[in-house]
């Protein structure tokens, strides 16, 4: 029987838990804060695209040096860094809340730089955890890891959603006081990051030349189950993603308001959550990259179920299933990353795989703002999700090695992405 809490054996992995927990809570509250803001003084969906496509452009520009500074550099430095950066701009935005500003590019300049910040912390971030927490434990530190992810997406959109609507003061209410909230959540962690133990320094001992940069994408692109799982998610959560239309779903589908906003952006948090949960018991030991393919048709199709839903209910249950099934995923994606990566390199892969997550989230609201500028919300998720399905279907078919994955071990990896080359060998 699986120790479901073994990674909190660990001091430094509780703590940084205990920061990332707080800190997301407060970027996502914030993350709703921005999105209602810009709705409201535009009213146009491509601005909500925008907001996605700020926040993504930076991961896009920084990709090469910023997985070659988090292997060059203490992980746990970088991160401090990137995320004082973070508080400034949260600082700039509850500004311009409290001046009441009426224009958007402001708003959209203070998200690039914000940005910045996470496509360097990113890599950093994730390359770190494989320091705090035996070899043995990490599996369970990265369902742990998502789990906290999932509860702080549940309650940070909530809390954002009844910030949003306290009116404690003239100027002190809805997105200012937000800001203030998240602005408190960097403080911490902060804070608890700075208070950790584990130095990793220095992975990779090279001067920066073209082929160190460029190690990371040719070792995902000569890994089939790696390139596989990352970009299933890219392209499926790309064409699948609803989130940055839920202020008009919210607004003028559902009738739902603020919180109502808060309600739906947490739904596939909580899905998530409980699925996290059941990965502590029963955690995934067999048949790994089935259920990945299977979980993200799910999501497509839960996808469908939304954008045709006129009813709060029923797009609260859509939307659990939404969350449930790409947790899954994520802890399946998250493992491979780390399994299949030598320790030397995991900055560098790591920040490939965020420019995939990054292209699947950020840019996908972009693009998710885009066409429902053109066919409206309702039609632009239901052909997403449809396009979701036949994605999972393509790269069932392209990436056999991903299919084949079984156990989430660094040698039941390695045998799937061997029985691959030797079935290319032969055909040849």
Same mark, same amino acid.
């Given at each position: ?17 205990? *920061? ?10 914030q ?17 909500l695209?925008?907001?996605?496509? %700020? ?16 292997? !060059?550099f ?6 401090? +860094?990137?995320?004082?950066l ?20 402001? #708003?959209?300049?203070i ?7 996470? *496509?360097?912390s ?7 955890v ?16 998502? *789990? ?16 949003f =609507? ?34 990793p320094? !220095? ?15 040719r070792?995902?692109?000569? =890994? ?5 799982? #990352? ?27 603020? !919180?109502g ?19 502590? +018991?029963?955690?995934?030991?067999k048949?790994a ?37 790409? %947790?899954?995923? +994520?802890?399946?994606?998250?493992? #491979? ?7 030397? %390199? !995991? ?45 999972t279907?393509?790269?069932s ?7 084949r ?6 040698e *039941? ?16």
């Open positions: 029987m699986a120790q479901p809490a073994a990674a909190f054996l660990s001091r430094d992995f509780l703590r940084y838990q205990l *920061a990332r927990v707080v800190v997301i809570m407060g970027a996502e509250a993350a709703l804060a921005v999105a209602w803001q810009v709705y409201q003084i535009t009213h146009r969906a491509i601005d695209g925008y907001t996605g496509l %700020m926040l993504f452009l930076p991961g896009l520009i920084f990709i090469l040096p910023a997985g070659h500074v988090a292997d !060059r203490d992980r746990r430095h970088v991160i401090l +860094v990137c995320y004082t973070q508080a400034v701009c949260t600082t700039v935005l509850f500004r311009f809340a409290w001046a009441g500003i009426d224009r958007v590019w402001p #708003i959209f300049a998200l690039f730089v914000i940005g910045t910040g996470r *496509a360097f990113g890599p950093a971030s994730s390359a770190l494989p320091h705090l927490v035996p070899r043995e434990h990490f599996v369970n530190a990265i369902t742990w890891g998502s *789990a906290i992810f999932q509860l702080a997406n549940i309650v940070g959109p909530a809390l954002g959603g009844i910030l =609507t306290l009116p404690l003061h003239e100027r002190l209410h809805g997105a200012s006081l937000v800001y203030i909230f998240a602005l408190l959540g960097i403080i911490w962690f902060l804070v608890l990051v700075g208070s950790l133990h584990v130095r320094g !220095r992975m990779e001992h090279r001067a920066i030349s073209k082929d160190v940069i460029l190690a990371g994408f070792y995902v692109a000569g =890994t089939q189950v790696l390139l596989g799982s #990352i970009s299933l998610d890219l392209f499926a959560v790309l064409l699948g993603g609803a989130v940055a239309l839920m202020p008009i779903f919210a607004q003028d589908i559902l009738h739902a308001g603020p !919180r906003l808060g309600v739906l952006r947490a739904a596939p948090a909580l899905g998530a959550l409980a699925v996290s949960l059941w990965l502590m +018991v029963r955690p995934i030991r048949n990259g089935a259920r990945m393919l299977v979980c993200v048709a799910i999501f497509g199709a839960s996808t469908v179920v939304f954008g045709l839903s006129r009813s709060l209910p029923l797009s609260l249950a859509a939307l659990f299933v939404v969350g449930a099934s790409d %947790m899954v995923s +994520v802890v399946i994606r998250a493992s #491979i990353l780390q399994l299949a990566t030598p320790a030397e %390199m !995991r900055g560098r892969v790591s920040a490939v795989n965020a420019l995939f997550v990054g292209g699947s989230n950020e840019f996908g609201e972009f693009e998710s703002g885009l066409t429902a500028q053109w066919w409206g919300a309702v039609r632009a998720v239901v052909i997403g999700g449809i396009g979701s399905l036949v994605i279907g393509l790269w078919v392209f990436f056999p090695s991903l299919r994955a079984d156990a989430l071990t660094p *039941a990896l390695t045998n799937a992405e061997l029985e691959q080359s030797g079935q290319e060998v032969r055909k040849l």
